[in-house]
T-cell receptor, first 115, second 116 residues
């Protein structure tokens, strides 16, 4: 069965420090992978997505993610974190067949940023 | 371009009462999704519509939950009767095309339901 694991429930970093959020997936075929961010009281906003091709994907707000098939991972990175990046981050895999799709989400990683 | 609209934003009810949520997707989007997000968990798909037809409701508790999408636009999700474990944020999302797994899903702000 398809699944997504985000090993870190909560991460705290200092403003200006680098960030890496981990994501591991389980999916039988070539995965479609997504990272979403959710700020308090807001819906989910797409940061980036991977379907094929270059395994390093650039997204909005300075985020990037790297797909590693051998490790079944799709980790999210940012070289320098800003206080406004404090939010919850969700990794998801697109699953489905027969002409429909759904997202299977991980449990999320809550990011806190120290000034 | 207007985003996905949901109402109400917050709802508090007693158990065994009924409640309904409304969603207006992005104009022209063919596919509409309802997700349930319990505190501390990621969103879980409840039901997916393509135009006004249901294509996946495998995780919808059909004894108490129902949903419809009239004329392939707006959608309502109803719970009757509500249980304590239904306390969650209910997210509506839409995507442009039918059957494209690569399409971005755009999410509304959600409705936070508290069942007492």
């Amino acid at each position: 069965a398809q699944s997504v694991t985000q090993p870190d429930i909560h991460i705290t970093v200092s403003e200006g420090a680098s960030l890496e959020l981990r994501c591991n997936y389980s999916y039988g075929a070539t995965p479609y992978l997504f990272w979403y961010v959710q700020s308090p009281g807001q819906g989910l906003q797409l940061l980036l997505k991977y379907f094929s091709g270059d395994t390093l994907v650039q997204g909005i707000k300075g985020f990037e993610a790297e797909f590693k098939r051998s490790q079944s991972s799709f980790n999210l990175r940012k070289p320098s974190v800003h206080w406004s990046d404090a939010a919850e981050y969700f990794c998801a895999v697109g699953a489905g067949s027969g002409g429909y799709n759904k997202l299977i989400f991980g449990a999320g990683t809550r990011l806190a940023v120290h000034p | 371009e207007a985003g996905v609209a949901q109402s109400p934003r917050y709802k508090i009810i007693e158990k065994r009462q009924s409640v309904a949520f409304w969603c207006n997707p992005i104009s022209g989007h063919a596919t509409l999704y309802w997700y349930q997000q319990i505190l501390g968990q990621g969103p879980k798909l409840l039901i997916q519509f393509q135009n006004n037809g249901v294509v996946d409701d495998s995780q919808l508790p059909k004894d108490r939950f129902s949903a419809e999408r009239l004329k392939g636009v707006d959608s309502t999700l109803k719970i009757q009767p509500a249980k304590l474990e239904d306390s969650a944020v209910y997210l509506c999302a839409s995507s442009a095309r039918v059957g494209w797994s690569t399409d971005t899903q755009y999410f509304g702000p959600g409705t936070r339901l508290t069942v007492l």
